[in-house]
Nanobody, 115 residues
Framework: QVQLVESGGGLVQPGGSLRLSCAVSGSISSVNTMGWYRQAPGKQRELVATETSSGNRGYAEPVKDRFIISRDNAKNTVYLQMSSLKPEDTGVYYC?????????WGQGTQVTVSS
């Protein structure tokens, strides 16, 4: 059974940094895109960043130049380095992994940016 386990969320002051990790366990093959989404209270889930198996990265406009996605294919782990955090970055962050067959989601990790 495939599981995605996120970690690294928490409470941080505006301007601070956090690093999220998502480790994929279980039998999974043909991983294509790994990425992060987030959902703020009362809003829909939105894309934050993705990285393809060939290393192409994409970012949502609000996080460009502040967030960096990276992945370790050998460990089936994807990371999200978040810097210069703003209160509007607050939400539950979800890891997403797409294979040729289906997509998988993590359980989410809370990020709260507040003074």
């Amino acid at each position: 059974q495939v599981q995605l386990v996120e970690s690294g969320g928490g409470l941080v002051q505006p301007g601070g940094s956090l690093r999220l990790s998502c480790a994929v366990s279980g039998s999974i093959s043909s991983v294509n895109t790994m990425g992060w989404y987030r959902q703020a209270p009362g809003k829909q889930r939105e894309l934050v960043a993705t990285e393809t198996s060939s290393g192409n990265r994409g970012y949502a406009e609000p996080v460009k130049d502040r967030f960096i996605i990276s992945r370790d294919n050998a460990k089936n782990t994807v990371y999200l380095q978040m810097s210069s955090l703003k209160p509007e970055d607050t939400g539950v962050y979800y890891c997403n992994v797409r294979t040729t067959a289906r997509a998988y989601w993590g359980q989410g990790t809370q990020v709260t940016v507040s003074s």
